[in-house]
């Protein structure tokens, strides 16, 4: 499934927020879980503090998103549905496409004009300027929506703000040759047919859904290969191209009751052998999609080399290349949803690495089977998902040395390398899978890191011995719990 980059954005800010929203509260709710634990404990009795524990834990499990529990709140999910088109219908996608090009194009140059004027001009005007010119200059724009170029200047709004954005926190990517236009990396660029995804945006009050049809103001109902899925407002409308096929991408508000997660506590370790390990035993493997299909990928790039740019044959091959890659996306996105998905439905809180994918990219001979694993894509499906069944998504620091620290002791193996499968420790000679250490690790420290909470049955053996001769899995979490490591 492919997500328009809009949803990421939201997804993204929205998880930052519950994670800020976690640190505020969670000192005041803190208080009353000693307070409950340290009673339970001055008793002596073992099932009271077990309860208290396992309270503590659904508590922590639910800390991101706990106002909400059980209460109704919107959330805007996107569908991205396939459209079955006519050829008509494609000629009119394809010029709405261009004028929103146009549109970008046109407002990009003259904000250019204008700064060599000395002057700088805003995108309201720059619109009002576009709006009033377009019947004389441009007559063929009224031929498509007129939502198509005037969501143009928000877009270039937004590039311009990122562009400021990433110059005063010094983030803008460094270029390796300086650009044609003599801009700096990060300025918004000029939009090519050949190389920018085909799209164009429809307000919600300019189109309509019922069914399996979707119909677009100027040409009429267009068929889509499945109905909507989520109920509530629609918000908004992409049409986008890709490999030989229109999509389009419908934004919803759909009432969510968020529901109390019952589940545990779960490390992931992600890894480029194995796609994810869990802390329950549970292995993903990496399919490598890219890998398998890189054949075909290989093949078509050598044979597009080899025809002129531009001419039909050219196009074909694109066409043809375009759809491997996106074969191998689809079955990358598939098996990483299956993974996701069953991650957030069977645990609360979910401890995750933060790993730096950018980083690991640059390492040369790891970078295509990082991006093959996709880590990025993990991250932001985790959180939503999460979000969605209850569950709380903890980030470890990438710096956490997960996979150097045993899990037994706590001794650190200063030279591990990633030719070391399986984790020795020399200090208490426990022997274990790499993955999986790593993952325990991971557990422990997400919970170190949502709690904050001094452990106080650590140094008691009893309680530890006695929480894990209860046999159940929730004992052995508190078990485990009980040893976490206090910093
Ligand atoms: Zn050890």
Redesign the pocket.
Known sequence: MVLHPCVFFLLDTRCKSSIKYTYETRRCDYQDQTRELTQAQGDCCLEARNSALRLRATYRCRIGTDSQAGKEVAMKRSHVIRLNTTPEQEVYFRKACGVARHAYNWALARWKEYRAQGKWAKMKDLKAEYTRIKGQQFPWCSEVTKCAPEQEFANLGQAFDNYWRMKKEGTLPKLKHPRKDGEEGGFPHFKSKKQDRLSFYLANDKFSVHGQTIRIPKLGAVNMTEALRFQGKIMSAVISYRAGWWFVSLSVEVKHEVPTHRGGTVGIDLGIKTLATLSDGRVFENQKHYRRGLGRIKGLSKGLSHKREGSQNWWKNTKKLAKAHYRVSCQRQDSLHKMTTHVARTHALIGLEDLNAKGMLANHSLAQAVSDASFFEVKRQLLYKAEQHGGYVQLVSQWYPSSKT??????IKEDLTLADRVFI??????VLDRDFNASLNIRDEALRLVTDVPVVASSECKFACGAGSSGSEMGETFCCEAGTKVV
């Open positions: 045993c899990h037994e002791c706590g001794w420790c020399q200090q208490c000679a426990v």
